[in-house]
């Protein structure tokens, strides 16, 4: 009787749980399906469907008017503002926020150091543990900031050969590079935000007067990856020396769908290597117990008390 009342009980939960979830998120799923993509977003009403600047928090403001009282060189500010623009923060206040949260985690993570050295015995530790931490603290921002920047890069070379195709497509039809650039930026701004973004950027520094190579250089800079510089390097010779802008556009495509399924067969040849040290540590000894743990059983509990006979 009881098990009937548990699986009952459990039946109606599933139920419920089942009929909530399919007015919750299945049935609004297959409407928004049947009506599309949105026109027009919100947050994408800027120039060339680049988004508006969130207003900031107070937590932020705190931190930027931390990061004003720190003194830094010009040349430091310019690695640290390329750095930024890298990965993707274009704000004219990152690199006080950046700073900032460098000289604040910092401060924190050094007067938690002397909030638990209390409990360490060894004053050498101590030192180390303060001085560790603000080591740390200085540093984790910037390690987290490159990692922001090495996504972003992969981001966007995983998204250059659709860029190329629609991009062929384009020029083919009969657009100039301009406008070819301004129509792939507006199509990839759902499925490929940062390329779109990094391409509507062209766009406007081209409507602002800059020469075509001169923004097409920027865009390399920009971001840093090393393909679409060769893709910025093709576009500026095609137009310069007058040669077919579609066949040159179609063998860079193809040459990044060759290397990027390369990378995916090397990435998958390395599986086997990486596996040992998890199989070894973790798999082996569950398998030695499953298989062998009987039988060491069988032989402790017979071969412990022939011991003692013959010792008696």
Same mark, same amino acid.
């Not at 009787?1 to 939960?13: C, G, R, S, T």
């Not at 993570?109 to 543990?129: D, E, G, H, Q, Y």
């Not at 950027?201 to 865009?219: D, F, I, P, Q, T």
């Given at each position: 009787?009881?098990?009937?009342?548990?699986?009952?009980?459990? #039946?109606?939960?599933?139920?419920?749980?089942?009929?909530?979830?399919?007015?919750?998120? !299945?049935?609004?799923?297959?409407?928004?399906?049947?009506?599309? !993509?949105?026109?027009?977003?919100?947050?994408?009403?800027?120039? *060339? *469907?680049?988004?508006? &600047?969130?207003?900031?928090?107070?937590?932020?403001?705190?931190?930027?008017? &931390?990061?004003?009282?720190?003194?830094?060189?010009?040349?430091?500010?310019?690695?640290?503002?390329?750095?930024?623009?890298?990965?993707?923060?274009? %704000?004219?206040?990152?690199?006080? &926020?950046?700073?900032?949260?460098?000289?604040?985690?910092?401060?924190?993570?050094?007067?938690?150091? =002397? %909030?638990?050295?209390?409990?360490?015995?060894?004053?050498?530790?101590? &030192?180390?543990?303060? !001085?560790? %931490?603000?080591?740390?603290? =200085?540093?984790?921002?910037?390690?987290?900031?490159?990692?922001?920047?090495?996504?972003?890069?992969?981001?966007?070379?995983?998204?250059?050969?659709?860029?190329?195709?629609?991009?062929?497509?384009?020029?083919?039809?009969?657009?100039?590079?301009?406008? #070819?650039?301004?129509?792939?930026?507006?199509?990839?701004?759902?499925?490929?935000?940062?390329?779109?973004?990094?391409?509507?950027?062209?766009?406007?520094?081209?409507?602002?007067?800059?020469?075509?190579?001169? #923004?097409?250089?920027?865009?390399?800079?920009?971001?840093?990856?090393?393909?679409? /510089?060769?893709?910025?390097?093709?576009?500026?010779?095609?137009?310069?020396?007058?040669?077919?802008?579609?066949?040159?556009?179609?063998?860079?495509?193809?040459?990044?769908?060759?290397?990027?399924?390369?990378? #995916?067969?090397?990435?998958?040849?390395?599986?086997?290597?990486?596996?040992?040290?998890?199989?070894?540590?973790?798999?082996?000894?569950?398998?030695?117990?499953?298989?062998?743990?009987?039988?060491?059983? /069988?032989?402790?509990?017979?071969?412990?008390?022939?011991?003692?006979?013959?010792?008696?």
């Amino acid at each position: 009787m009881d098990i009937l009342i548990a699986v009952l009980l459990f #039946a109606l939960l599933m139920g419920a749980i089942s009929f909530y979830g399919y007015r919750r998120y !299945a049935r609004p799923g297959r409407v928004f399906e049947r009506l599309g !993509a949105p026109v027009l977003e919100a947050e994408t009403l800027g120039v *060339g *469907g680049l988004s508006q &600047v969130p207003e900031v928090g107070w937590i932020v403001r705190v931190i930027q008017q &931390v990061g004003e009282k720190v003194p830094i060189s010009p040349d430091d500010a310019g690695v640290t503002r390329r750095d930024l623009i890298m990965a993707g923060y274009r %704000s004219e206040s990152a690199i006080k &926020v950046f700073n900032g949260i460098k000289l604040t985690l910092c401060i924190v993570l050094v007067i938690m150091a =002397f %909030s638990i050295r209390s409990a360490i015995p060894n004053p050498v530790l101590r &030192v180390v543990l303060i !001085a560790f %931490s603000g080591f740390m603290g =200085f540093y984790l921002p910037g390690y987290m900031l490159d990692k922001r920047i090495a996504k972003r890069q992969n981001t966007i070379r995983l998204a250059l050969p659709d860029a190329l195709d629609m991009l062929v497509v384009s020029v083919e039809a009969g657009l100039g590079l301009d406008q #070819a650039l301004q129509h792939v930026g507006r199509e990839l701004q759902l499925s490929h935000k940062e390329l779109s973004e990094e391409l509507s950027l062209v766009n406007l520094e081209m409507r602002a007067g800059k020469r075509r190579s001169e #923004a097409l250089k920027n865009l390399a800079e920009r971001t840093g990856e090393p393909e679409l /510089q060769k893709l910025v390097a093709i576009l500026i010779q095609s137009d310069r020396f007058g040669t077919s802008m579609g066949d040159s556009l179609r063998s860079h495509s193809d040459f990044l769908r060759v290397r990027r399924r390369q990378e #995916a067969e090397e990435r998958a040849g390395k599986v086997g290597v990486k596996l040992v040290f998890p199989i070894f540590f973790f798999i082996l000894p569950s398998m030695l117990i499953v298989a062998a743990g009987p039988g060491l059983l /069988q032989v402790f509990k017979y071969l412990f008390p022939l011991m003692k006979q013959f010792q008696g």
